[in-house]
């Protein structure tokens, strides 16, 4: 009994060192003072409402929107068709091409985004959104292809053969058929992927031009120098759209299944 | 099938395929290719040209007491954080197999949840805590226990304080995992032949185990030996570790091919230890042979 209660212990304090740095910040963005500090100095909202007097985050807001947006909206795209070719199809080099496309998972994301600056600089391809998006497509592409394919696994091919044996083309299969049995797959896969570009600082250091910041790269940029709550009220506001994609995935499909332990 | 729909259906897949392999081609491959090949050149300062150089850099790194302290800062920083984070894990894994299935849940979404919260942000969350007027400070100042406030940050006890929080879940997720696939009758077994509940962990439970914390270790040593934004903030600009060595010679000092070559170098040690992670796993599966 006294043991339970020791690991009862433990697995709060962890509990609390897990959860301390995000309360953190939530907790001194509130503060009514003109500097950062925890607990904070008297509760007010007035740094929330200082962030859109400051166009650099606004601007940056924008820029980590539609690359959230298009680098998802591509990565499903482009996901599902290798997802589908990968779970119904048995071709030579199939299991390369797998670890192929699973490769950016094994690579440090910061030697991506290096590799793809050297590569854009030797191809004489100047820094733009367009740039931008294709990294972060490249780093999630390869979780949109597991979560799909996951999803594929889930229900026998023998469904859409039966559906082309009635002579159904393989688009109108895959319109009546697989889309909605997938449909949890691709919606999981379209949102992790969203998080993930969403909250990506690695690459996005290296492939943001002055004019396409994205706004984790802008508070790391901050961070550097120094730290008024408006960072703090910044990072909240990242923290407050991270949990409304957790609450999604738990949702869809649930996080102890997305991370692969259920 | 006639002849014609066979061949169809033999080039679907690579339709398919298509995109996400001109993709992976053209913005993985060919752009880490580029990469290689730029770490064996020389940047001559006075007219800003690339010249050939062979493998002069990876030489220079090798003799460099500056640059083998850096890596050697590298590989403690992530061994220690690889310890640390099996050691703090394994208990909270083992708690979590204990636990009703409703807890579980809820232990699972706690551990879970922020990974998806940017890596900056929760940094940043360590800055405010150490910080002169962290909650650290405050506390211990207002306790009376000290005088003035600690300095904390910038210090190699920041960087890894800071990595065993980003990576901890990494370490917890496959002790979780091993820990479940063994069959609780073994260590009921154990206790019915006379062995103590810490004898039975220790000769039973624990061995079974290991492939997860072997699995969990190399995927956190992995991330930890190329985490960026972590020893950025939390080291300062003095502490110096091999990601944080690469963005200065490329995006301060803009000498490509010498951050090419110690990029290289640092992907050689991570990836070998994701392979090995890999392996490990596949190692776990293969070796739960008891049912």
Known sequence: MRQGAILRGYILLVCAFILAPIVVVLGSSLTAAEYTSFPPH??????????????????????????????????????????????????????????????????????????????????????????????????????????????????????????????????????????????????????????????EVNISLFLSSPTTVTLPVRIFGYLEQTFDPLVTAVSSLLILISAVGIVLLERIIGLGRLFGVE | MSAASRRRVGLLPWLLLAPGLLLFLFFVIVPLAIMASTSTYQLDRTTGQLVPDGLSHYASFLRDPFYLGVLGRTLRLAAITTILAALVGYPVAYAMIKASPRQQASLLLIILAPLLVSVVVRTFGWLVLLGPNGAINSLLLGLDLIREPLRLLYSETAIVLGLLHVLLPFAILPIFASLRNIDPDLHRAAQNLGAGPAYAFWRVTLPLSLPGIAAGSMIVFALSSSAFVTPAVLGGARLKVMSTLVYQQIMQLADFPRGAAIALILMGISVSAVLAYLWALERGRSGIVFD
Request: hydrophobic share 55%.
């Open chain 1, 42 to 199: 008297g509760i007010s909202l007035r740094w929330y409402i200082e962030i859109l007097r400051h166009e650099e985050f606004l601007d940056s807001l924008w820029t980590s929107t539609y690359v959230a947006v298009g680098a998802s909206g591509a990565a499903l795209i482009v996901g599902t068709m290798a997802a589908m070719a990968l779970a119904r199809y048995r071709f030579p080099g199939r299991t390369a091409l797998n670890g192929l496309f699973m490769s950016p998972l094994l690579l440090p994301s910061l030697i991506l985004g290096i590799a793809l600056l050297q590569f854009y600089t030797w191809a004489g391809i100047g820094k733009s959104p367009a740039t931008l998006i294709l990294g972060h497509l490249v780093l999630t592409t390869p979780y949109v292809i597991r979560l799909v394919g996951a999803s594929l696994s889930g229900f026998k091919g023998e469904l859409e053969l039966a559906a082309q044996n009635l002579g159904a083309t393989p688009l109108q299969t895959f319109r009546w058929v697989t889309l909605p049995l997938i449909r949890p797959g691709l919606l999981a896969g379209a949102a992790f992927a969203a998080i993930i570009s969403f909250d």
